[in-house]
């Protein structure tokens, strides 16, 4: 049984592989993509709504009140880079209901991949919001002794955020797979379901802590107003 679909491989010349992984990724974003032409090519300004405007309206609601409770107020501004993240997380979890299927974030390289995107777009929010000076300033913050520890903190999480996800998607399939040897009816179905409830969670995970530490990173901080005594009159 492989433990990861970057052990299945299609096709290879030299350093250049095209395994399972890739594959799935590419028809992930390609599904996407073509779903959502699909979904927005008749979208209604006034009057009754479709069902799926109605499902795509609650969608973008309830991911712009999440990333405005994390501490980023203007969701809109960060809605199409978090939204992307998590609608790919999780239709990558929802689609191990197919026979077969695995997801590509059950790989240690997507899921590395997403942290790295998380890992580029924090310093490009943070410079559009404080300036490039302003968001250097901030790695010296509170003292300039912390500056090598705030660079480690940014080089582990990203770390973290990949083997998180990582570990939790691979070992819901290989629980799966494990099950589907031994009990090939019952036992399998009640771990898929549970599948995508874990699959979904993580999206939400991955979605707000990479939102927590976009948050970090704008966070502009305030200068304190200086009260100026108002002058005795002089006689």
């Known amino acids: 049984m492989n433990l990861t679909s970057d052990q299945l491989i299609f096709w290879q010349h030299g350093f250049f592989k095209l395994n399972e ?5 590419w028809a992930m974003m ?42 980023l107020p203007q969701a809109r501004k960060y809605l199409a880079f978090l939204g992307t993240l998590f609608v790919f997380v999780a239709t990558c979890a929802l689609c191990i209901i197919i026979p077969g299927y695995k997801p590509p974030t059950g790989s240690l390289s997507t899921t590395a991949a997403l942290a790295l995107c998380v890992f580029i777009a924090v310093p490009l929010f943070g410079i559009r919001e404080q300036g490039l000076r302003g968001y250097l300033k901030s790695y010296t913050q509170p003292t300039i002794i912390m500056l090598p520890f705030n660079i480690i903190s940014e080089l582990s999480r990203t770390l973290a955020l990949a083997v998180r996800l990582f570990g939790n998607m691979m070992s819901g ?22 599948g995508l409830l874990t699959g979904m969670v993580q999206a939400y995970i991955f979605t707000i802590l990479a939102g927590v530490y976009i948050a970090a990173a704008t966070l502009v901080p305030k200068r304190q107003s200086v009260v100026v005594p108002a002058s005795k009159p002089t006689s």
């Open 21 to 25: 992984t890739i594959v799935t990724t």
């Open 30 to 71: 390609l599904l996407m993509v073509v779903g959502a032409i699909l979904i927005t090519r008749r979208l209604a300004t006034e009057g009754k709504i479709s069902r799926w405007q109605g499902a795509l309206e609650i969608i973008i609601t309830t991911l712009e009140s999440q990333i405005k409770e994390v501490g």
């Open 173 to 194: 399939v290989m629980i799966v797979g494990i099950l589907l040897t031994i009990t090939p009816f019952i036992f399998p179905i009640v771990m898929t379901a549970l």
